[in-house]
């Protein structure tokens, strides 16, 4: 009875089979598990599909490793393929270069696959299930894992930023600008903004390095500052008035 092979490779040996190149084949067997368990290689991917083929009974097959990087320079939408019956876990980096999605699947079927979006050049936790002999399914693991992606859009709940340093502007859920924040290279003065207990008021105050340091309120075109929805020129003028009667 001949040998036969695990889907990553490694060599299953039959009762009698390999008389005097046992220890050949173990120590290669071996070395295939350590770098299914913990291996680094690299995948040009400057064509598509990129077959990630197995290797029977050898090392260096790039699916039997446990962290891949993508590279290479991608001129067009590219797919990355493993053969159906393949079930591991990856830790694979899209380090090429293209502004082009790269999609992580198996070679044929319906079953889910893990894509890149054309500008995402992050680090993705993936395991592929084998889980169906005709439509298994490639899942993206990364967010399971709470971690916050780079280019990724995800949502954070309860969790404290100290002093996060935020680009040109602030948007809100429907990712409309909210604020927008111009920075002053020397700057030492800021508005600081304080919540209250009950029955009293929030507050901004200007705040910093100088003395004496105003609040300038300044309005576009012909808009008009207000205060309780009144131009602030006629409140003046009215608490104007009230002092004088």
Not at 41 to 48: E, G, V
Not at 67 to 96: A, C, M, R, W
Not at 146 to 171: E, F, R
């Amino acid at each position: 009875m001949a040998s036969t092979y695990t889907p990553l490779g490694v060599e299953k040996m039959a009762t009698g089979e390999n008389a005097g190149t046992w220890g050949t084949k173990t120590n290669t067997n071996l070395e295939i598990i350590e770098q299914i368990a913990g291996g680094y290689t690299t995948q040009a991917i400057t064509s598509t599909p990129t077959t990630l083929s197995v290797s029977d009974g050898s090392t260096g097959a790039v699916l039997a490793h446990r962290v891949i990087e993508l590279t290479g320079s991608i001129t067009e939408t590219t797919v990355v393929t493993i053969p159906l019956d393949v079930q591991d876990f990856y830790i694979i980096k899209n380090g090429s270069s293209g502004a082009y999605t790269v999609t992580f699947k198996y070679v044929s079927g319906s079953g889910s696959s893990v894509a890149w979006g054309t500008t995402d050049k992050g680090t993705k936790i993936i395991y592929a299930t084998a889980n169906d002999g005709t439509d298994p399914d490639i899942v993206d693991a990364t967010s399971s894992f709470g971690d916050v992606t780079l280019t990724g859009t995800q949502t954070l709940t309860n969790k404290t930023l100290t002093a996060p340093a935020i680009g040109t502007s602030i948007l809100d859920t429907n990712a409309n600008e909210l604020f927008l924040l111009t920075a002053t290279g020397s700057a030492v003065n800021q508005l600081t903004y304080a919540n209250a207990a009950a029955d009293t008021n929030p507050s901004f105050t200007a705040s910093g390095g100088s003395t004496n340091i105003g609040i300038n309120l300044v309005p576009k075109g012909s808009g008009q500052v207000q205060a309780a929805g009144l131009p602030l020129a006629t409140v003046g003028k009215a608490i104007a008035m009230a002092m004088i009667f």
